[in-house]
Nanobody, 120 residues
Framework: QVQLVESGGGLVQPGGSLRLSCAAS????????MGWYRQAPENERELVAV???????NYADSVKGRFTISRDNAKNTMYLQMNSLKPEDTAVYYC??????????????WGQGTQVTVSS
């Protein structure tokens, strides 16, 4: 059973920084692809960044050069370092794990979300 808990959100002024954490139960780090998504009010949930099981990261164009995704498999924790924050980054941020094997899709797991608000 996979459980994910996000933390680190809050209120920050434009240009500021935050670091989000996602703590996971179970032996999933180093095995499955993981990522961060966000959802603003009245918007669809969108991909922010993904990190493959082998450690390779990819980012949405809107956050390239500003956000960094990383993982610490020994601590079962994933991070999202967010720099140069903009008001349009305001959203609830969700941790995601895509459970799959080379031949089958097992399901997506989601955390409860953490609020990030960028405003002066």
């Amino acid at each position: 059973q996979v459980q994910l808990v996000e933390s680190g959100g809050g209120l920050v002024q434009p240009g500021g920084s935050l670091r989000l954490s996602c703590a996971a139960s179970g032996s999933i780090f180093g095995v499955y692809d993981m990522g961060w998504y966000r959802q603003a009010p009245e918007n669809e949930r969108e991909l922010v960044a993904v990190i493959r099981s082998g450690g390779s990261p990819n980012y949405a164009d809107s956050v390239k050069g500003r956000f960094t995704i990383s993982r610490d498999n020994a601590k079962n924790t994933m991070y999202l370092q967010m720099n140069s924050l903009k008001p349009e980054d305001t959203a609830v941020y969700y941790c995601n794990v895509r459970a799959s094997t080379p031949t089958s899709y097992l399901g997506d797991y989601w955390g409860q979300g953490t609020q990030v608000t960028v405003s002066s």
